[in-house]
């Protein structure tokens, strides 16, 4: 919540300044040319970077360079939330889709403007039609071979994995022929794969490995010699159905049993949630120190890795 406690919490815990977050007095948002100005370039570079936030109302401290000083408010009546966005709107090329400006009130008519700006998806120019950067504190122009690779973001799919855990009740046929719970393992658990692209390009071609902890996978919970981790290869690939089976049997067997095409990469559209696979994993599996790793390729983007405690995954 940006609000005036964000604020004074920034303050109190003298939260620095970083590549991701920028301190601005009021007077850094003036209505003259060079102010004007200066914001389009703070703003693009900070979208041409990773993202961030501006927050024009907190200048820096005195005797601290980076650090908060005292909450230094604008006068709304003289510099609105709309003229901001006019201005960023209409200085800023192409313009930053998902840019939000957050009003905290002070008192009154006294506002603090932060700036939640997004990582852009391509290269952003300021006013005087040059590209920037932020680095270490600094706005700097970029270079040719910086823009080109800045432009170059919308050319890969952002593929992302989510996981979700769901409990099964388990199974097993009794002396009497019916099904009863099992009372010595009475409920194992499906891990969920999802691919979430959240970009603007589909991804045609996924592929995962897992590295899971091998007495957390069903059917290993008891088994003492399986130790260690496997390896678990996912991808995006589906067979179609060509032909069922026939349902009719000859000397125990279908006559004609069920046949599907070759093996094909389904891609995954911009905006699309896909589930990849699902795994059935056991009781260990709530252990709160059994964790896995996983690593994604997703087409010509850089590969993207992460690890995850199961505990940690909604249920």
């Known amino acids: 919540m940006f609000d005036k406690a964000y604020l004074d919490q920034l303050i109190n815990d003298q939260v620095e300044e970083n590549p991701e977050l920028e301190y601005k007095a009021s007077a850094g948002l003036q209505k003259d040319d060079k102010k004007v100005m200066e914001m389009t370039k703070d703003v693009s570079a900070l979208a041409n970077s990773n993202g961030g936030i501006i927050i024009y109302g907190i200048g820096e401290d005195q005797m601290n360079r980076h650090l908060p000083g005292k909450i230094d408010p604008l006068d709304r009546k003289l510099v609105s939330k ?50 920037y950067r932020r680095h270490n504190f600094m706005v700097e122009p970029l270079f040719d071979h910086e823009i ?115 093996a094909r990469y389904e891609p995954i559209l911009p905006g699309v949630r896909k589930k990849l696979k699902s795994i059935l994993i056991n009781e260990y599996s709530r252990d709160p120190e059994n964790e896995f790793s996983w690593t994604l390729f997703a087409d010509n983007a850089v590969p993207k890795t992460g690890t995850l405690e199961f505990s940690e995954i909604k249920r």
Request: negative net charge; hydrophobic residues 35%; proline residues 4%.
């Open 148 to 262: 080109r690779d800045i432009m170059g973001r919308q050319k890969d799919a952002d593929v992302m994995l989510d996981f979700e855990i769901t409990r099964l009740a388990n199974y097993r046929q009794g002396s009497d022929g019916k099904q009863e719970l099992n009372d010595k393992e009475p409920y194992f658990y499906l891990l969920d794969v999802y691919a979430v692209n959240s970009g603007r390009i589909y991804a045609k071609y996924v592929n995962v490995v897992l590295t899971l902890p091998k007495r957390c996978i069903k059917g290993n919970a008891y088994d003492l010699n399986n130790q260690g981790t496997e390896d678990i290869q996912i991808n995006n690939t589906v067979r179609d159905l060509v032909e069922p089976d026939s349902g009719r049997y000859y000397q125990g067997h279908i006559a004609k049993p069920t046949q599907y095409g070759p």
């Open 82 to 131: 709309e003229w901001i966005e006019q201005v960023l709107n209409a200085k800023i090329r192409p313009r930053i889709h998902g840019l939000k400006i957050h009003v905290a009130v002070i008192d009154g008519d006294a506002v603090v403007y932060i700036l939640e700006v997004p990582k852009g998806d391509t290269a952003h120019q300021a006013e005087d039609k040059r590209y």
